[in-house]
Every structure is written in structure tokens, then in C-alpha cells.
């Protein structure tokens, strides 16, 4: 047999190809994504470059600069007509730009912002060695309490790093809810995902449970991540493509121009169903759904409070906007396979949120189920399947991540000899020792109970409206009735403040920075504003609520 017979045994005759189509990248329609990303490789630089003592400034100043340019540009494109009447896909068909994604965008870069502040703050702290210090560990390198971290403490060393990786988070957020193909959303996942890993390991007090909340969050977000990818390549296999338009026109039956190599596995319902729920199962993980919640609570409590503010916030957004374009884009065709277990995972999320918080003794993991419970409110909105459903989502989202981060940022002021006092019971009589933080906080845990008049009454009366219109009124009653459960722990919180006697022995209240008090306040804002006169919100919530296809 001839060499050239038995090479053709394992290879054929290509066509010659004769022209690569060159990229075409709209850089004015990914704006606020580059700069979010251009700054952070910028932080990286400061970080390699400039003298240690002028750091802390030099990349607080670059991130509020990236944030505000990113946050105007969100603003400009939406008044260009991108987020209505010129809605496009842009990179190629990777990422689009339409109404949700410059919302669910512009939430994030806000959130981003305020938070931000939380993580700049440095007053909270006794001053070390004479040094001013933040919430996260003087060297994240050095094993905690050995030789190596005393000496950088004693150095006044900070980790200026949480900055660029607070940004580039941001980035992959901002890509998560445009990505308009698989491949798309995978790689946005871990661009965000492994910033938080990080950052969560990085408190200044408590260092290994800070650490082991980090690892946990790692194993099982790995885990995640691992089950999305073989979603991913069960949908590839099922529809010949990872891009959403053309995924939907399979599952539709209107496809057309089908390649011979996969035609045998096209349309083969098997794949569909189960790479679905892989896909879906990732992007529940990320809000923090019953059953895939067990990091929250455990996360919510070791990370640093900024940190466990910004991801309960951001994240949240960032997922809840593509599990919306990948039901409502991708799947509507699947709608009758799809809704009847999204309704099961809503009634446990409700209520197993609801119910766990009320025999939680430590603040930050109270409202770590109470973030549980509120990801089963929100996915009411998201089974209602109709344009009232996306703009509900959209406008709940926005009001519940500035009451999170407010509530977070009030965390950080309560501090003992160990750090912050996050045991309900030092929260005892903290109204009559500190009447405005405590009144403060109280206004927080009344948003989040859906009292009338804050932004979590507007947002849950939202949702629940579209719910009941889209056929889900059973849902809804639960969902009242989940409220109810979740009001008694909140009150028993403000009962514990203003009318417990404060022990002698009981926690300060710091006096921050204005730093901490502009996230605060602007979360009081912004909770007072969305309750009192939410109308003009739901509107543009209602304008942004149509996806491009």
C-alpha cells in the first residue's frame, strides 16, 4: 500500500479556505464593559509600580473613576435608543445590547459604587501601629498569626489588591447578563467568579474562617462550574450551536441549513432537557436557590462584611439577569418543561430562606437566609413569563441590592474588643445606645420585610402582580405567606435593639468615615425613594424589559 493510499485512510481533502472573516467588534456598545476591564489591568499596574504608601489612594481614585465612566456610558448608550429601539447583538453575536442588559448593567456599576466605599473604608479599625487600617488582612500571603503576618502588620501593610479584583469582578458581571451565547456566559462566569473566591479569603479578624469560607465557596462554585460546562456541551450537541438565537430556533423547529455532521444528534430532546437543567442548576447555584444553597450561609459569615455586601448585591443581579435571557431568549419554547420545576425550587426557596432564618443567632447569616427567601421571591417574577415579569424582576433587583449593601455597611460600625459583634445577643439594647444606627438598620430590616413605604413593599408587589397575572397565584400566597415568616424575624431584630436592656459589657459603635456613611445613606435613599415613589422606576423597569433575539 502507497504512503499517500494510507494517509488518505484517516484524512480527506479540504476545500481550500480562501478568506478568514475578520472580527467586528463594536467598541462604543461594549464601552462600559472595556473600561470596567481597562481599569482593572490599570489597578494591577499600581499595584507592581507605584510606592506602597500611595497606593490605597491611587486605586481608590482609579476604581470610583472606572465605575462613573462605566455607569455614564450605561446612561449614553441607553439614551441612544440601544436599550429600546436599536437593540442589537453585538461582538460578533456574543454579547447583546438591549434594554435588560443596560439595566441589569447600570444596577451592577451602581451597586459596584456603593459598595466600593465599603471596601475604602479605614476608620472602623483601631489604628495598628500607628498605621489606619481596613477590613482586609495585612498581607493575604502570610499564614494567619504566624511571624510573617505580625511583621506586616506592624509595617502597616494593606491588601490594595481587593481593588482590581473588585473591578474585574464587576467586569464579568457586567458580561453575564449580555452574553448571548454559551461560551460567552461560561467564561463572564469565572471572570467573576474567581475575584470573589479570592476576596473572600481576605479579612483582617478571623482569618481562618475567613479562609475556610473561601475554599468552601471555591470547591462548590467549582462544582458549578463544572455542571454549566457539560450543560453547555449537552445543548452544543442537541442544537449544533452555543448561540442563543440559534439554540431557540432548534428548540422552536424553525431552524434550517443543518450540518450533515450533527444532523444525528440535532432535536434529540434527551440532550436538551438535561444540558437545560445542568445550565440552569449553575446559574441557581449563583443566586443562591434551595437546593444549591448551602455555600450562603456559610460564605455570608467568613467573608469581610464589604466583601459579603457587594457579592449578596451584584451577583445576584448579575445571575437573575441571565437565568431571565436564557429562559425567555433561549428556552420559551420549553416553557411547560421548564416552569413546573422552577415553581417547586420558588416554594422552597421561599419558605426554607424563611424558616432556617429564624433560629440563626449571628446577624450576617440571618440575612444570608434572608437573601435565600428573597432569590425565591424574585424567581416569582421570573416564572410569570411575560414582559410584567422581566420588568418586575429588573425593578426588584435595583431596590434589593442597595438595602443589601446599606445592611452590610451597618454590620461593619457594631465592633467589640474582637473586631465586629455580629452575635444577635451584643445586639442587645443597641437603640438606646446608638438610637440613629439602630433606627438606621431598622429601616433595612423593614425593606426587607416588604413593609409598605420602602422599596422591598414595591418590589415584592411587583413580582407577586406578575405572578398572579402570569397563572401563578398559588405561588403567590405562598410567597405571602413565606413573608409573613420572614416579618417575624426581622422585627424580633429591631425588638432586640430598642427595647432590650443594653448589657455594660456590649458592643461600641464605631463613627466611620463619610465613606461608609454615603453607602448607608444612599441605601436609606434609595429604599425611601423606590418606596415612596416607585412609579417613574417600574416605568423604566417596564421600557428596559424586552430582550433582542
Not at 213 to 220: P, R, S
Not at 405 to 410: D, T
Not at 483 to 490: E, H, K, P, R
Not at 492 to 510: D, N, Y
Request: glycine share 8%; charged share 10%.
Amino acid at each position: 500500500m502507497s504512503a499517500a493510499a494510507v494517509h488518505s485512510l484517516w484524512t480527506t481533502a479540504a476545500e481550500p479556505i480562501s478568506k478568514i472573516e475578520t472580527p467586528k467588534i463594536e467598541y462604543g456598545q461594549l464601552s462600559p464593559t472595556l473600561i470596567v476591564v481597562g481599569a482593572a489591568v490599570v489597578g494591577v499596574l499600581i499595584e507592581a509600580f507605584v510606592p506602597r504608601k500611595s497606593r490605597y489612594y491611587a486605586q481608590v481614585f482609579v476604581s470610583v473613576v472606572a465605575l462613573c465612566a462605566a455607569f455614564a456610558a450605561v446612561v449614553a448608550l441607553a439614551n441612544h435608543g440601544y436599550g429600546t429601539t436599536k437593540a442589537r447583538v453585538a461582538a460578533m453575536g456574543a454579547i447583546a445590547v438591549d434594554g435588560p442588559s443596560l439595566f441589569l448593567q447600570g444596577t451592577i456599576l451602581l451597586a459596584a459604587l456603593v459598595a466600593l466605599f465599603t471596601f475604602a473604608e479605614r476608620r472602623l479599625d483601631p489604628a495598628a501601629h500607628g498605621n489606619r487600617v481596613d477590613s482586609f488582612a495585612a498581607q493575604a500571603a502570610s499564614v494567619p498569626g504566624s511571624g510573617s503576618e505580625q511583621a506586616a502588620v506592624k509595617a502597616g501593610f494593606t491588601t490594595t489588591e481587593v481593588f482590581p479584583l473588585l473591578l474585574f469582578a464587576v467586569a464579568g458581571m457586567l458580561v453575564f447578563p449580555s452574553a448571548n451565547d454559551l461560551l460567552t456566559l461560561f467564561v463572564a462566569l469565572e471572570v467573576f467568579s474567581l475575584p470573589l473566591y479570592l476576596m473572600c479569603a481576605l479579612a483582617r479578624r478571623k482569618r481562618l474562617m475567613s479562609q475556610e469560607a473561601a475554599v468552601k465557596y471555591f470547591l462548590l462554585g467549582a462544582f458549578a462550574s463544572a455542571f454549566t460546562l457539560f450543560g453547555i456541551a449537552l445543548l452544543y450537541g442537541y442544537a449544533g450551536s452555543v448561540s442563543y438565537a440559534r439554540i431557540a430556533q432548534v428548540v422552536d423547529g424553525t431552524v434550517t441549513n443543518v450540518d450533515p455532521a450533527l444532523a444525528s444528534t440535532m432535536g434529540n430532546d434527551a440532550l436538551l432537557l438535561i444540558g437545560t437543567g445542568l445550565v440552569v442548576m449553575g446559574l441557581l447555584f449563583k443566586v443562591g436557590a434551595v437546593p444549591f444553597h448551602m455555600w450562603t450561609p456559610d460564605v455570608y459569615q467568613g467573608a469581610p462584611t464589604p466583601v459579603t455586601g457587594f457579592m449578596a448585591a451584584a451577583t445576584k443581579v448579575a445571575a437573575f439577569g441571565a437565568l431571565l435571557r436564557l429562559l425567555y431568549v433561549v428556552l420559551p419554547g420549553l416553557r411547560w418543561d421548564w416552569r413546573p420545576v422552577m415553581w417547586a425550587i420558588a416554594v422552597l426557596t421561599m419558605l426554607g430562606g424563611a424558616i432556617v432564618a429564624i433560629t440563626q443567632t449571628d446577624i450576617k447569616r440571618l440575612l444570608a437566609y434572608s437573601s435565600i427567601a428573597h432569590a425565591g421571591f424574585i424567581l416569582a417574577g421570573v416564572i410569570a413569563t411575560s414582559q410584567n415579569g422581566v420588568s418586575s424582576v429588573l425593578f426588584y433587583l435595583a431596590a434589593y441590592s442597595f438595602v443589601t449593601i446599606g445592611a452590610f455597611a451597618v454590620v461593619t460600625l457594631v465592633r467589640d474588643a474582637g473586631g465586629e459583634a455580629t452575635h444577635l445577643s451584643k445586639w442587645a439594647g443597641l437603640g438606646r445606645r446608638s438610637p440613629l444606627v439602630a433606627a438606621v438598620f431598622a429601616v433595612f430590616l423593614l425593606a426587607f420585610a416588604g413593609i409598605p413605604l420602602t422599596s422591598g413593599f414595591a418590589g415584592k408587589f411587583a413580582v407577586f402582580k406578575a405572578a398572579a397575572e402570569g397563572g401563578a397565584a398559588p405561588l403567590v400566597v405562598i410567597g405571602v405567606i413565606s413573608s409573613a415568616i420572614a416579618a417575624f424575624f426581622y422585627i424580633r431584630v429591631i425588638v432586640l435593639m430598642f427595647f432590650s436592656e443594653p448589657k455594660p459589657e456590649g458592643p461600641t459603635v464605631a463613627v466611620p468615615s463619610p465613606l461608609t456613611m454615603a453607602a448607608i445613606g444612599v441605601g436609606v435613599a434609595v429604599t425611601l425613594v423606590l418606596g415612596v415613589a416607585p412609579q417613574y422606576f417600574l416605568n423604566l423597569a417596564s421600557q428596559a424589559s424586552v430582550f433582542v433575539r
